[in-house]
């Protein structure tokens, strides 16, 4: 079961990367950085609660959402991480 969660948190990260390369080259090392960085400091969720991790991959999507908008990139490029995360 752990490993089933943490592969696929690394999945969603591989996901987030990817959307991180449809954005415009200027912003890329932000949101590259910044997905890394809450990568990290996520890794050690509270394994008491079995919603813990479903709650920060849908907080992982709905995040990518709004990034994808703010730069007009189409939504439908985040269709693999949706699936990711709603499983």
């Not at 943490?6 to 991180?20: D, F, N, S, W």
């Not at 709004?66 to 990139?73: D, E, P, Q």
Request: hydrophobic share 35%.
């Amino acid at each position: 079961m752990i490993l089933q969660e943490m592969q696929k948190a690394i999945g969603a990260y591989r996901e987030v990367l990817r959307l991180v390369r449809r954005l415009p080259k200027d912003s890329r090392p932000y949101y590259a950085k910044y997905a890394r960085e809450n990568f990290v400091n996520y890794r050690e969720i509270d394994s008491n609660d079995p919603n813990a991790l479903q709650e920060l991959l849908q907080r992982t999507y709905n995040h990518s959402l709004w990034v994808l908008k703010k730069y007009s990139v189409d939504q439908s490029a985040a269709d693999r991480l949706k699936n990711i995360c709603s499983d």
